[in-house]
């Protein structure tokens, strides 16, 4: 027997606006989880690209200077204190054209050649890109910035 037949109009039209509620608010509530988690996103990639600029100037003198870039001095400190200062970060390194991480926020994923999809795209990104992510440690949005040379040349990524 249908549900609506033992109810009087009354009832049925409760239910019925009741219903139209119910969907009208989780259709918005998806709206804006969707827009804010988008916002945040946008907001975040802002952040950690401010505070890699100057990282990345830091570089770009030392470079200038004609210091390679494995020669860098306190690198692997300054990049630590980057993630501890701030907590949405999780990571920061700075890799060789061949894969290798130079410097990182921590000790232990130093002088490790990186191979996975994900570096493989950040070496070879002619700019700097963002890129999402998934591994064992969970997703992760990336942001890849180019580290070149006096004479222009890539020699890694930030």
Do not use: C, W
């Not at 219903?19 to 804010?36: E, K, R, S």
């Not at 988008?38 to 690209?49: F, G, H, I």
């Not at 200038?64 to 999780?90: C, H, R, W, Y």
């Amino acid at each position: 027997m249908n549900l609506f037949s033992g109810m009087n109009l009354k009832t049925r039209a409760v239910v019925a606006t009741a219903g139209i509620i119910l969907l009208i608010l989780g259709l918005t509530t998806l709206i804006n989880v969707y827009t804010a988690t988008s916002r945040y996103k946008d907001a975040l990639m802002e952040k950690v690209t401010a505070m890699a600029e100057g990282t990345r100037k830091d570089i770009n003198k030392a470079l200038g200077f004609g210091i390679p870039l494995n020669a860098l001095e306190g690198m692997g400190e300054k990049l630590a204190t980057l993630v501890q200062e701030d907590k949405d970060l999780s990571q920061a390194m700075i890799m060789d054209m061949s894969g290798k991480v130079l410097y990182a926020s921590t000790a232990g994923a130093e002088n490790v050649i990186k191979d996975d999809e994900a570096s493989k795209r950040a070496l070879g990104a002619g700019g700097e890109m963002t890129q999402a992510y998934s591994d064992a440690g969970g997703s992760h949005y990336e942001k890849v910035i180019p580290l070149l040379a006096s004479d222009g040349k890539k020699v890694g990524v930030f």
